[in-house]
């Protein structure tokens, strides 16, 4: 029988993830890039350690310094709408002078990955906590969900970096034995890891544009003229029935910066804008079950397609499970 290496299995799963993301033509190619990359990459180890592959080895730390800038480049792209530029091909000069040190080995190549994997971990926790609770491409109805996951990147990232210093602690104390297998459980971990949060957060979006300029710090009566406009959007338009629907999707149309829109519900209503438009879905979910229809019917006509998030809204909302509410309030 067989035996394939545990790293290899894994190219396998994450390349098929890459493969089936490009054909479906997802909106953000960086995440499918994301899912290739690591599968190169589990490809690589496997090659290197189960296989003693010369050309793997010399590879291996190029290929691997690519992964925490690409999660960068992810995280801007799907995760802030943000246009990728020219400028981000600095992001190169990491696998660049890993190739170049490559060649000459020593402790400054050792040193150099795990400290990039913790510059970039840091950089994405730190633009997460700096950008508000909406992020501008996911689907409104979410939660926190896609800032959790974009997070466990920054995390898994962060791990790497320790895994890392470990692998070089293990050999430094003479255990080089042991390196191929905590090489093998931590970078599957992270390999693993990031892509299956990557896909994660890939499937919470949707086709979305840029955001634009902040907005000024004082509250003004622009706000509630803003704000009756959205209102009469959601009513007329009934633009909560989107399941897709995005904060930037709703500033396009209100010809408003997302930014400049999420922070005048903020302090409008001191909530923000995923709850404003859950609103919205939980009235009607509401009518509909009072009319008799039943929860699911009520939670897929108002555009939430997950149970967990319309139980959890629609208890936040009216303090009751929906077959409770739908007991009391039923119309006869």
């Known amino acids: 029988m067989i035996a394939l290496p545990l790293p290899l299995v894994l190219s396998l799963i994450l390349g098929f993830l890459a493969l089936r993301m490009a054909l479906r033509g ?3 190619p960086v995440i499918a890039g994301l899912l290739a990359l690591l599968a190169v990459q589990a490809l690589i180890n496997a090659l290197a350690l189960h296989y003693g592959h010369a050309g793997a080895r010399l590879a291996q730390p190029v290929t691997a310094m690519a992964i925490p800038a690409l999660a960068w480049l992810a995280w801007k792209a ?16 990491g696998p660049l002078a890993a ?25 994405i926790a730190l633009a997460l906590h700096r950008t508000g609770p909406d992020l501008p491409r996911t689907r409104l109805g979410q939660g926190g969900h ?3 996951l974009w997070g466990g990147i920054a995390l898994a990232l962060g791990l790497s970096s320790l895994s890392d210093f470990g692998i070089a602690a293990a050999m ?3 255990h080089a034995a042991r390196v191929p297998l905590i090489v093998d459980i931590a970078t599957t971990a992270l390999l693993l ?6 896909l994660a957060a890939e499937r919470l979006t949707a086709p979305g544009d840029t955001r634009d300029s902040p907005v000024p710090p004082m509250a003004t009566e622009d706000d509630h003229a803003l704000m009756a406009r959205l209102h009469d959007l959601m009513e007329t338009r009934r633009l909560w029935r989107d399941p897709d629907l995005t904060l930037t999707q709703l500033a396009r149309r209100l010809q408003v910066p997302a930014k400049r829109l999420s922070t005048a519900v903020n302090r409008a209503t001191g909530d923000n804008i995923s709850r404003l438009v859950n609103g919205y879905r939980i009235r009607a979910a509401c009518a509909a079950l ?6 699911t019917e009520a939670m897929l006509d108002a555009g939430i397609l997950t149970k967990s998030n319309f139980n959890r809204e629609f208890r ?7 077959t409770e509410w739908q007991s009391t309030h039923r119309q006869t």
């Open 26 to 28: 997802r909106p953000v």
């Open 78 to 93: 799907d995760g802030l709408a943000h246009p990728l530029a020219p400028r981000d091909v600095l992001h190169a000069a």
């Open 99 to 123: 190739l170049a040190l490559r060649w000459q080995g020593g402790l400054l190549l050792e040193l150099l990955v795990p400290l990039t994997y913790a510059a970039y971990a840091a950089a």
């Open 146 to 148: 896609p800032r959790l």
């Open 172 to 174: 430094a104390a003479g």
């Open 193 to 198: 890891g990031i892509g299956t949060l990557a």
């Open 290 to 295: 009072a009319k008799g229809a039943t929860a």
């Open 316 to 322: 936040r909302i009216t303090g009751q499970t929906p």
